[in-house]
């Protein structure tokens, strides 16, 4: 390898337009050689304003033909699994877009044809990549110590697309995009598998492997409000709050108390490109710590790491286990909601 990654793009839907086809563009350890998409007339607006000329509307096609060692895969939930599969099973690494697939045992099959092809599988948790995170992170990780409390919350905004339209070019959509079957899903579980993993990936970034949750569901006119309890591996506990939609600005944040400090980040809405506010207490020290971060791009970052990580032999982060992991306190989280148990997650 030249130290760049040949990177193909496989759908050319939404979140590409906004987040990961500018990504792709600037990362400095990535070559992006392959483009693909079901629906002609988008695939060709998207290769030409991005000047790629390998491109495809058969992902079978892409996978054979196509000059590159992994595939960035930001389709609907339902295609996760069939074409992470697929793209494996062909040889290439992959990076799909969250959440890992929509059921536990699509994400466990997942897993183990990744290890039975040896190809690696990140799964698009980019708030990992947030240099504000990662700094509160390292900090939990090797000066605080033992854990009290971890809470995170998650509260989508009413101005969530005015923020989409100020931010990136106007989305472009075809008649021959293709969905992938069935109906509508229950909207709480739309809810945390489409925002939730986002928060549940952070709290456990920062928190370790969750064993227990007890959710509790509102639903009104004006939107769903999902509260859960979290039990965590080493004994300590903290809450989750999800809620889609509130009346305000983006809400969005972490808090984590131990023996030796505790941090707190507000995190802001993640196309700002902005990373979080940050504030570390060292108790040791007896001082609050701010990192000073420049703006950054966390899918940048994040499509960079992936490609580093492949280049140099490392693992990925997230990879296919702590996918698996994320899926199923989601699915814990939405099985408690409908039962009003508290449930164990092995």
């Not at 020290?285 to 899918?299: K, V």
């Amino acid at each position: 390898m030249n130290g760049k990654l040949k990177i193909g793009l496989l759908g050319c839907g939404g979140i590409a337009q906004i987040a990961h086809l500018p990504a792709l563009r600037k990362a400095e350890n990535v070559e992006f050689t392959a483009i693909c998409d079901v629906a002609e007339d988008l695939l060709n607006a998207m290769a030409d304003r991005y000047a790629v000329a390998d491109r495809y509307t058969d992902h079978y096609e892409f996978l054979e033909k196509a000059d590159m060692d992994a595939v960035l895969l930001p389709v609907a939930d339902g295609f996760h699994a069939p074409l992470s599969i697929d793209c494996m099973r062909a040889g290439k690494h992959v990076l799909v877009e969250k959440p890992m697939a929509e059921t536990v045992e699509q994400c466990e099959q997942m897993l183990q044809v990744s290890e039975e092809t040896g190809r690696k599988l990140q799964i698009a948790c980019m708030k990992r990549y947030d240099p504000g995170l990662q700094f509160a992170q390292k900090f939990v990780a090797e000066e605080m110590g033992e854990r009290l409390s971890v809470s995170g919350w998650y509260c989508d905004s009413m101005f969530h697309m005015d923020y989409v339209r100020s931010l990136a070019l106007p989305l472009q959509g075809s008649k021959d995009k293709r969905r992938p079957e069935g109906g509508p899903r229950d909207p709480h579980l739309g809810m945390i598998l489409g925002h939730g993993v986002h928060a549940i990936d952070t709290i456990r970034f920062f928190g370790g492997d969750i064993v227990a949750v007890t959710t509790r569901v509102t639903r009104k006119s004006q939107g769903i409000n999902s509260s859960t309890l979290l039990e965590f591996a080493d004994g300590s506990c903290g809450t989750f709050q999800l809620i889609c939609t509130i009346k305000m600005d983006w809400f969005e944040g972490i808090i984590v108390h131990g023996e030796g400090g505790s941090i707190q980040a507000q995190i802001g809405f993640p196309y700002f490109y902005k990373p979080s506010e940050v504030k570390v207490f060292d108790a040791e020290r007896g001082e609050y710590r701010t990192p000073a971060a420049p703006d950054s791009d966390p899918y940048e970052r994040q499509l960079e790491a992936f490609a580093a990580s492949i280049l140099e032999g490392r693992a990925v982060s997230p990879d296919a286990r702590e996918g698996l992991a994320d899926q199923k306190v989601l699915m814990a989280i939405h099985a408690s909601a409908q039962s009003g148990k508290r449930m164990e997650i092995v």
